[in-house]
C-alpha cells in the first residue's frame, strides 16, 4: 500500500514497510522475547537477596543499584516491544496476551524493587555519605541517592507508612466517583445542529458545537451542557470537597505545610513557582481581553459571551500534505537546533522509528515511546493534515529527548520527569509554527497558522493558569477551615473566568458549574506544569530562532533525569523561578495578536 490510497482502512500487512516501526530491532520474533521475559523474572527473585542488607557496605550498595538497572532495562525492553505489538494491530490475540503478561511483569517488577527506597531511608545519619565517599561506582547514583534521602523528614514510621498505603484506595475513590458520574451517569439532551437535525450532546461531540459558526449551536449546546450539570452541582461539589480533605490529610501526616507543597515536592520544586505562574499570568491579561475584543468585533457581536470563546475567528483552511513532505518541511524548520540534532532526527525517519499509518486494528491518537536500550519508536494515525503534521513534529521532539537522554546517560538517570518532558516536543512545533509563518504568504493561510498558534498559548497558558489559581484557592480556603459549597466553587470560577476574560465577556450563572467537569481538579496540581513546559519552550524557541548558540539546549536533552527539573533548565539558560519565561511567551501571543488585528 502507499500512502495514498484511499477508500477503507487497510490491513495491518497493506502497509508498506518503509512506513512500519522497526519493532523487529528491539526483538528478532516473539520467541526471542519470550527468553527475556523468563530472565526477566528470574532477575526479579535475584534481586531480593539484597533486601536487608543495604546498609551492610558501599558495595552491597552498588552491587545491588547496578542489578536494579539491569533488570529494568531488560523488562523495559521487554514491556515496550509487546506494547507497540499490541498497539499496531489490537486484534492480535497473541500480542494482547503478551501485553496482559508485560503489565503483570511491570507490577513483579515494582513488588520486587519496593524495598530499596525504605531501606535507604533507614539507615542512620551519614551512612550514605560516606558509601558514596567510599565506593567511586555509586557516583553515577548520587542523584538518586539524594532525591531519596531528601524524603527522609516527610517518611513515617513503618507501621505509619503501611496505615498511609492502606489508606491509598480511598484516596483513589473521589476520582472514580467523579469519572462514574461524568462518564457513565449523567446524560444529555439533543439539541439542533447547523443541519436542523435533532442530535445527542455528548463530552465528545462538544468542543465541536462550541465551534461552530452558528451561535444558536453554540449557544444551545452550552446551556444543555452546564444546565445538566447543574443538576448534579451538589454531587461534584462532596466529590470534589473530598479530593480536597483526602490531599490536605496526606499532606499533614507527612510533616507538610500544605497540600500545594506536598504535590511539588516530588519535583522538587518550591511553592513559589506555582505562585510566581499565577502572579505574572496574572499581570498580563491584556493581551487575552485585547483577543477577546478582537473576537467580539470580528464576529459582529453586540455582547461576547462565554459560549463564543471557542468560535473560529478565521475559517479553517484545508493545507494537506504528503507524509514525505511533512518530514521535509519539519526537518528544514528544525534547521535551527543544529546540524546534529537535523542529523539524529533525519534518522529517525530513515531508522523507521515511526508508525506512520492507520491500519484496521490499530490505536488510535499519537505517542512517542521506547525504553534504555531500544530506538524510540512513535505511534501516528497520520492523515495529511497540518494538525497531523504538527503531531509528527510535537511526537519527534519526545523521541529527541529521549534519544539524547538515552545516550548520554546511564540507565539510573536517563528517564526525564512529567515536569521536562513537554518543553523538548511543544519547542518543536513553536519551531514549525514560525517556519510556516516564514514561508507563508497567502493571506488567509497566515491568518488560519496564527490563530491556531494563538488559540493554543490560550488553552494552555492562560486557561491552564486559570486552573491552577482556582485549585489554589480551594485547597487554601479548606486548610483555613472554610467550608466550600458548591455556590462557593462557582462563584469563585466565575470570578476568575471575568478576571481572566476582562470587562468585555459577558460572564452568566451557567458557566459557573464549568468547574465541575473537569478531570485535573484530581491530579493534585498538575496543570501549572502545563503552562511552565510551554513557557520553557516558547523561551528557548525564541533565543535559538534569534541565532543564539544551541549547544546549552543540546545539553539539556542529554542531562535526562540527572538533576532536578527547574536545575536541568536553568543550566539551558530558562530560570522558572523568574517571570521571564512566562512574559516572553506572552509577548509571542501579543506580537502573533497584532498581526491578526492588522490582517482583519
Not at 531501606?119 to 565506593?135: D, K, T, Y
Not at 496505615?163 to 467523579?178: H, K, R, T, V, W
Not at 526525564?416 to 512545533?429: D, G, H, K, Q, R
Request: charged letters at 25%; proline letters at 4%; hydrophobic letters at 40%.
Amino acid at each position: 500500500m502507499t500512502e495514498n490510497s484511499k477508500g477503507r482502512v487497510p490491513l495491518r500487512e497493506e502497509i508498506d514497510q518503509k512506513y512500519k516501526w522497526d519493532v523487529e530491532s528491539v526483538y528478532a520474533d516473539d520467541v526471542a522475547w519470550e527468553k527475556d521475559f523468563h530472565r526477566a523474572g528470574q532477575l526479579a527473585e535475584e534481586i531480593q537477596q539484597f533486601a536487608g542488607k543495604l546498609g551492610q557496605d558501599a558495595r552491597t550498595l552498588l552491587e545491588c543499584l547496578k542489578l536494579r538497572d539491569e533488570l529494568s532495562v531488560l523488562a523495559g525492553k521487554v514491556i515496550v516491544y509487546s506494547y507497540l505489538r499490541q498497539d499496531e494491530d489490537t486484534a492480535n490475540t497473541k500480542h494482547q496476551g503478551m501485553a496482559d503478561r508485560a503489565r503483570s511483569l511491570r507490577i513483579q517488577l515494582m513488588t520486587a524493587l519496593a524495598f530499596i527506597e525504605p531501606e535507604l531511608l533507614s539507615l542512620a545519619e551519614g551512612v550514605v555519605e560516606s558509601f558514596l565517599e567510599q565506593e567511586p561506582g555509586l557516583a553515577e547514583y548520587r542523584h538518586y541517592l539524594d532525591n531519596v534521602l531528601r524524603r527522609k523528614p516527610h517518611t513515617l514510621s513503618p507501621q505509619e507508612e503501611k496505615l498511609l498505603s492502606m489508606a491509598g484506595e480511598l484516596d483513589a475513590a473521589p476520582y472514580n466517583i467523579f469519572t462514574m458520574l461524568n462518564n457513565a451517569d449523567m446524560a444529555f439532551p439533543e439539541i439542533i445542529d447547523e443541519d436542523g437535525e435533532r442530535v445527542e450532546l455528548s463530552h465528545g461531540r462538544f468542543i465541536k458545537f462550541m465551534q461552530s459558526k452558528d451561535r444558536r449551536v453554540r449557544r444551545e449546546a452550552y446551556e444543555a451542557m452546564y444546565t445538566t450539570y447543574g443538576k448534579y452541582r451538589n454531587t461534584f461539589a462532596a466529590s470534589l470537597n473530598s479530593k480536597i480533605k483526602g490531599g490536605i490529610f496526606f499532606a499533614r501526616a507527612r510533616n507538610f505545610n500544605n497540600a500545594l507543597e506536598a504535590s511539588l515536592f516530588e519535583d522538587n520544586i518550591p511553592v513559589a513557582v506555582y505562585d510566581n505562574v499565577v502572579n505574572t499570568i496574572n499581570a498580563n491579561l491584556e493581551p487575552l481581553h485585547r483577543y477577546v475584543r478582537l473576537k467580539k468585533r470580528v464576529l459582529g457581536l453586540d455582547e461576547i459571551a462565554m459560549y463564543d470563546i471557542y468560535a473560529p475567528l478565521v475559517p479553517e483552511v484545508k493545507i494537506e500534505m504528503s507524509f514525505e513532505e511533512a518530514r521535509d518541511l519539519i526537518l528544514t524548520a528544525l534547521a535551527p537546533l543544529g546540524e546534529d540534532y537535523v542529523s539524529n532526527a533525519s534518522q529517525g525517519f530513515r531508522e523507521r522509528w515511526m508508525d506512520v499509518f492507520e491500519n484496521k486494528g490499530k490505536r488510535s491518537g499519537a505517542y512517542s515511546s521506547g525504553s534504555y536500550g531500544t530506538k524510540p519508536f512513535i505511534l501516528l494515525n497520520y492523515d495529511n493534515t497540518l494538525n497531523s503534521v504538527f503531531t509528527v513534529a510535537h511526537e519527534l521532539g519526545h523521541s529527541m529527548h529521549t534519544y539524547y537522554s538515552n545516550k548520554f546517560q546511564p540507565p539510573s538517570s536517563a528517564s526525564y520527569p512529567i515536569f521536562l518532558a513537554e518543553v523538548a516536543s511543544t519547542l518543536n512545533e513553536a519551531l514549525l509554527n514560525a517556519h510556516l509563518l516564514k514561508i507563508t504568504q497567502d493571506k488567509q493561510k497566515r491568518l488560519f497558522i496564527i490563530n491556531e498558534y494563538l488559540e493554543t498559548i490560550r488553552g494552555t497558558v492562560y486557561r491552564q493558569t486559570m486552573f491552577a489559581e482556582f485549585e489554589r484557592e480551594i485547597y487554601a480556603r479548606t486548610e483555613a477551615g472554610q467550608p466550600l459549597t458548591n455556590e462557593d466553587f462557582s462563584r469563585l470560577w466565575r470570578e476568575l473566568n471575568q478576571k481572566y476574560y476582562g470587562p468585555e465577556m459577558q460572564v452568566d450563572e451557567l458557566i459557573g458549574m464549568e468547574w465541575a467537569r473537569i478531570p485535573h481538579f484530581y491530579y493534585d496540581f498538575y496543570v501549572y506544569k502545563y503552562v511552565t513546559g510551554f513557557a520553557a519552550a516558547t523561551c528557548l524557541a525564541q533565543r535559538v530562532l534569534a541565532g543564539q548558540e544551541v549547544d546549552s539546549y543540546l545539553e539539556f536533552l542529554k542531562s535526562g533525569g540527572s538533576d532536578y527539573p527547574l536545575q536541568t533548565l536553568k543550566k539551558a539558560g530558562v530560570d522558572m523561578t523568574t517571570a521571564e519565561p512566562l512574559e516572553t511567551t506572552l509577548a509571542v501571543f501579543a506580537q502573533l495578536l497584532t498581526e491578526l488585528e492588522q490582517l482583519l
